[in-house]
């Protein structure tokens, strides 16, 4: 049983945070003020600087969840006539093809399993076959299964041919490292709600200065444009329309505990732990993780479902829930599966509470599993 007073939520964004992230929400903020548009400020700076993209780069905030600040990048960054290579193995890939199509935005897709991550030489092949592709749009996690994506390895071959990156880096900005001095990329677009550990409510593209110079008139919308919240934001400070500003409250202070716990490498570190507790803590139950380590994110992990036939989600589901944990259903078409998320704020002992916890609840379902060989 968890000692939080609330479900720990095992899910990826939202996710648990902090008391002090949620207490940061406490009070109310003036959208014209300056103590507000200094958090703003604050926040645009301190993004930029994960990714080490200060001499570079900007970061343009967006209201709305992650999803808003995808369509946002591909809308403001390919021109109307430009040609997206979706390289998709995953629920998420699919969701930026289904975008390109809703844009109107001309977009081809490279189609793997949800088991295989994206390969640079296919992205080669692709782009040699294709010149009018103009952008490639890259998932660095893909959430659906859990998927790590080799972003530098194809972001270097993108750079050779010369086209644009645009990557969809949600469920691991802030976790594991993209270096803009190294990585070169157009638009990297996360939320505040993921591996920061803030609240949901915003999005954010660090998009190149340079390309983001050029691509004025290019948005289908006026509200996703963020070339436009871009010009607005540099001259008066403050957001175009109305800001989240408890969101923003809350991700300053959740940014105060990125940096106190040792930014990055911490970060990262304590998910790779959870992941590998996860994994093996199941595996000693009998549940089996759906991908090849080798390829697998410390983000969220993909399991399968027991065999038994007397197994059923929802019921697991509200068991798990009963003992304080909140598990995330499986994305797959392919296999029965659910999932577990590695990141929030929750202590050393929530991944093997959580493991005790399905191994309580399928004893109690009546579940036989055995342990998988080490
Ligand atoms: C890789 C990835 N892209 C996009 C999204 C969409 O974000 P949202 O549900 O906040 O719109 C998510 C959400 O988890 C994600 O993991």
């Known amino acids: 049983m968890s000692n939080s007073p609330y479900p720990i939520l095992l899910t990826p964004g939202p996710l648990t945070t ?51 600040s995808v369509e946002a990048a591909i809308g403001t960054i390919v021109p109307r006539d430009g040609h997206v290579l979706v390289p998709s193995n995953g629920a998420y890939c699919q969701r930026i093809a289904r975008i390109c199509k809703y844009l109107g935005r001309r977009h081809t897709v490279i189609d793997y399993t949800e088991d295989r991550q994206v390969l640079a030489a296919d992205v080669d092949l ?22 790590l994506n080799p972003l ?21 900005f802030g976790a594991i490292e993209i270096d803009a001095r190294k990585t070169p990329f157009d638009a990297v677009i996360a939320a505040s709600g993921k591996c920061l550990e803030g609240v949901p409510g915003m999005g954010f593209v660090i998009l190149r200065r340079s390309t983001l110079e050029k691509c004025e008139g290019n948005c289908h919308s006026l509200a996703l444009d963020l070339y436009d919240q871009w010009v607005y934001m540099e001259k008066t400070t403050q957001w175009r329309y109305t800001p989240p500003t408890h969101v923003v409250a809350a991700l300053d202070e959740a940014l ?3 940096w106190e716990e040792g930014g990055l490498p911490s970060r ?24 090849d380590p080798a390829i697998q994110a410390p983000i969220i992990v993909t399991f399968h479902a027991p065999a038994d036939p007397g197994y059923d989600f929802k019921t697991f589901y509200n068991e798990v829930k009963k003992h304080g944990y909140l598990l995330y259903p499986g994305k797959l078409t392919t296999a029965e599966t659910f999932r577990v998320g590695c ?30 060989p080490a």
């Not at 692709?126 to 998927?147: N, R, W």
């Not at 071959?157 to 990557?167: E, M, N, P, T």
């Open 18 to 68: 902090s008391a002090r992230t949620k207490e940061a929400m406490l009070r109310d903020w003036g959208s014209w003020d300056a103590d507000f548009n200094q958090i703003t400020a604050r926040l645009r700076e301190q993004i930029v600087r994960i990714v080490h993209g200060e001499a570079t780069h900007v970061c343009v905030p967006l209201q709305g969840s992650g999803t808003f």
């Open 343 to 372: 990141i929030g704020h929750f202590g050393d002992a929530g991944i093997p509470g959580a493991v005790r916890a399905i191994e309580e609840t399928l004893a109690a379902m009546g579940i036989r599993t055995q342990a998988l």
């Open 152 to 172: 530098d390895e194809i972001a270097q071959v993108v750079a050779r041919h010369g086209k644009g990156l645009i990557v969809d880096a949600m469920s691991s």
């Open 268 to 291: 990262g570190a304590r998910y790779a732990r959870n992941c590998k507790a996860l994994i093996s803590g199941l595996a000693r139950i009998g549940l089996r993780a759906y991908l």
């Open 256 to 258: 105060r505990q990125y």
């Open 126 to 147: 692709a782009l040699t076959a294709d010149p009018s592709i103009t952008h490639v749009a890259l998932v660095h996690c893909e959430t659906g299964a859990g998927v």
